[in-house]
């Protein structure tokens, strides 16, 4: 019984290594079709895609609201999960405009009600690998250029993520030897989210296999002591 017990708990030591050095490594694309207008081009219809790469081990932020649960005067009608800037280790914005992001540009504080903040929201948990399906986050870069991914809002007694993307910036504009401002506004109200790719680190990455290891030759040492001390009885 002695043998079991400890064989036992040493098991349970290394999977609970294995599993709490493990990380994901989230890469997120937010594409759809802008309509939009341009004060030197007029009307314009136009596809964009922006991606994210998101390290979930490093996800601090600990809300979280089922479907169903009260969420400040509300009632939710999705999961809403936080999560921290900190996470965030690249972002890429693809459009006809060339505009560059940071992942420092994260205009974070997202707070759906009073007390309750994050950087950003997803309707579910990243760390899974499921795909969100709405999100709650905006971009603004040094030249003031806005890209917002969906928003929140409140009605007859719930509140929810709202699907869709609105972008905005002023851009010079050069040709025949001089230049112009152009001011840009799109919208669409529809964004389709998509998990590109999820990788994971090695199983049990430096320094933890050397943890596992030393965890595998203590439960070889107990099996070999209990053995020479059953012989001797």
Known sequence: MTRRSLLSIAVVLIVGMANSVQAS?????FSGTYEGESDQFGEFTQSFSFSMTYDTSLDTNTHFFATGAAL???????????????????????????????????????????????????????????????AWMSFENSEEVLLEIGSAMGSAGT????????????????????????????STDSVTITIDGTADPDPIPEPASMITWTLLGVVGCIATWWKRRRKAC
Do not use: C, R
């Open 72 to 134: 400040g005067g509300d009632t939710t009608t999705h999961e809403w999960h936080g999560y921290p800037a900190s996470g965030i280790t690249a972002v890429d914005f693809d459009f006809v405009i060339p505009v560059t992001f940071s992942p420092t540009d994260l205009d974070g504080n997202k707070m759906p009600t009073a007390g309750v903040n994050a950087d950003f929201w997803f309707d579910v948990d990243l760390a899974t690998g499921a795909t969100p399906t709405l």
């Open 25 to 29: 490594i989230v890469e997120l694309t």
């Open 159 to 186: 509140i929810s993520m709202q699907d869709g993307s609105y972008f905005e910036g002023e851009f010079e504009v050069s040709g025949e030897g001089s230049s112009d401002s152009d001011s840009v506004e799109a």
